[in-house]
């Protein structure tokens, strides 16, 4: 059964179209909202919060008709926004006690609960510290530790991974996976970077322009996702190319020095490139995976469309 269900939402801000009749159905579980700065992932996410209204359309989010019984919504609903939302001179228990409350938590339960979530979230020892005095990765734990101090079924978690150094990052994405995989948390993790939803996501929807390009299992993305490779080659590639583009595989960048960036269908063996260049005359130097970077997804997504004629 769909816990969120829009139909044909669009907002404007103005004259600025920031959602443009996005209709979507999603089942419990973890779902990346995946788009560049400026997408309308924000947006989407405070609509679905119940803090904006919808300029047009209409939809529900866990039995909630958008727009309507905001409170109530709140109360089954964690949000942790990009902004760091904290509030000087409070410390970090009192912080997670008062979110407690603003969910409609009597106090002494809110202050019991964030006790438990800031153990839980390795916090315990700054409990008592200023806000002020958090680093970057404490006060992104902090503001997760808002969103689940009533215990909520859905998390809604705009950018978590923002400001945050390589071990910051996995220690939060590692939390998340854990809060859907053995809690049985729903989430929709709204992120730019395409490493964050493949590590947590079961499901992605793309959102480019304010629209949805792309919606389906992560699964699916990586099986539609082309291998990248860089080489570095000695010798004319030009035939090296030709049969690579006979075995299903184009060329994505020649710089004319040597270096080349390509793809080819998934599965593809490495040593295939050696075998072709030797045909051909021409060394490899070297070899390195290169993933596509979000830009590269998104153009080819576009490219798929325009090629389906959507």
């Not at 080349?260 to 490495?270: E, I």
Request: aromatic share 6%.
């Amino acid at each position: 059964m769909a816990f969120i269900e829009l139909t044909n939402i669009s907002r404007w801000y103005g004259s600025f179209l920031a959602l443009d009749d996005v209709s979507l159905r999603l089942e419990p579980g973890r779902i990346g909202l995946l788009g560049p700065n400026g997408a309308g992932k924000s947006t989407l996410l405070k609509i679905l919060m119940g803090l904006l209204p919808p300029s047009s359309g209409q939809g529900q989010i866990l039995d909630h008709e958008l727009g309507q019984n905001g409170v109530l919504l709140r109360q089954s609903v964690g949000y942790m926004s990009e902004a760091d939302a904290l509030v000087p001179g409070l410390r970090g228990a009192e912080y997670v006690a008062l979110a407690g409350e603003l969910y409609g938590m009597p106090r002494k339960q809110a202050l019991r609960r964030a006790h438990e979530v800031l153990t839980y979230l390795d916090l315990e020892d700054a409990r008592y510290r200023l806000l002020e005095e958090y680093s970057t990765g404490m006060k992104q734990r902090l503001k997760l530790a808002q969103a689940l101090v009533h215990d909520p079924p859905l998390l809604l978690l705009d950018e978590p991974t923002s400001g945050l150094d390589p071990a910051g990052r996995e220690t939060m994405l590692r939390l998340l996976l854990t809060l859907g995989k053995e809690h049985g948390k729903s989430l929709i993790l709204s992120t730019h970077l395409l490493g964050d939803v493949e590590r947590v996501c079961e499901t992605v929807v793309i959102l480019h322009g304010g629209q949805i390009l792309l919606h389906g299992q992560v699964g699916e993305l990586r099986a539609r996702r082309h291998d990248r490779y860089r080489l570095q080659v000695q010798g004319d590639p030009a035939a090296f190319l030709e049969e690579l583009r006979l075995e299903g595989g184009t060329l994505v960048e020649d710089n004319k020095r040597g270096e080349l960036r390509v793809a080819v269908p998934a599965g593809w063996a490495t040593r295939t490139f050696f075998a072709l260049a030797d045909m051909h005359g021409v060394v490899v130097r070297a070899l390195q995976p290169d993933d596509e970077d979000l830009d590269q997804l998104f153009h080819r997504v576009i490219g798929e469309k325009r090629r389906d004629g959507a």
